[in-house]
């Protein structure tokens, strides 16, 4: 069992930025994938970016350039850290874990609670 909890999200004008930290309870943290997603209102949960056990990263085309993802595993900490932020990127943003390579789909084992991001204009 993991358990994911999401903070550093807030409010922050266009062209700001946050950083998102997810910590993870758990021994075989570095065993897992983890991966952002994205929710806004009236809209589905969206992929943001992952990160594999082995520290490869994936990114959603919409945030390519200005969102970076790490990991910590002595700490157990995922992060997202969001630069040039957009109006557009207002959503609530969860932090998952997964053990499969299917990095880009929702199917992940396990959900933090989310974290909200507005971005004002």
């Known amino acids: 069992q993991v358990q994911l909890v999401e903070s550093g999200g807030g409010l922050v004008q266009a062209g700001g930025s946050l950083r998102l930290s997810c910590a993870a309870s758990g021994r075989t943290f570095s065993r897992y994938g983890m991966g952002w997603f994205r929710q806004a209102p009236g809209k589905e949960r969206e992929f943001v970016a992952a990160?594999?056990?082995?520290?490869?990263?994936y990114y959603a085309d919409s945030v390519k350039g200005r969102f970076t993802i790490s990991r910590d595993n002595a700490k157990n900490t995922v992060y997202l850290q969001m630069n040039s932020l957009k109006p557009e990127d207002t959503a609530v943003y969860y932090c998952?874990?997964?053990?499969?390579?299917?990095?880009?789909?929702?199917?992940?084992?396990?959900w933090g609670q989310g974290t909200q991001v507005t971005v004002s204009s």
């Open positions: 990160i594999s056990w082995s520290s490869s990263t």
């Open positions: 998952a874990a997964t053990l499969n390579r299917s990095y880009y789909s929702t199917g992940y084992n396990y």
